[in-house]
Nanobody, 124 residues
Framework: QLVDAGGGVVQAGGSPRLSCVAT????????VGWFRQAPGKEREGIGC????????YYIDSVKGRFTISRDVANDAAYLQMNSLEPEDTAVYYC???????????????????WGQGTQVTVSS
């Protein structure tokens, strides 16, 4: 399973870091994606990191503010969020995917595992 953590209430402009830790399987052979779901909206993919060379992909709204990284030795991945805005308020989820064809397009939307989600609330 995947365990998401690191959410909470953050002031606008804050910089929390979310973590995603795999238990029971080795994360190093999977691409890791981050998604979020805001109240009343559909879940959207915000970024993805490949398993082999660590290439990252982001949607435009977070590009330059969010950074995805991974720690292979600890079966973990991270989402560093900077310059948060109230519009970033959502439940954030990580996932693990080995769908090579989709990941090559920067899409981690066919995962084998999902985290349980962690709430990030940005106060203005």
């Amino acid at each position: 399973q995947l365990v998401d953590a690191g959410g909470g209430v953050v002031q606008a402009g804050g910089s929390p870091r979310l973590s995603c830790v795999a238990t029971g399987f080795a994360l190093d052979t999977y691409a890791v994606g981050w998604f979020r779901q805001a109240p009343g909206k559909e879940r959207e993919g915000i970024g993805c990191i490949t398993h082999d060379d660590g290439t990252t992909y982001y949607i435009d709204s977070v590009k330059g503010r969010f950074t995805i990284s991974r720690d292979v030795a600890n079966d973990a991945a991270y989402l560093q969020m900077n310059s948060l805005e109230p519009e970033d308020t959502a439940v954030y989820y990580c996932n693990a995917s080995n769908d090579a064809a989709r990941v090559a397009q920067g899409l981690c939307d066919q995962p084998d595992y999902w985290g349980q989600g962690t709430q990030v609330t940005v106060s203005s």
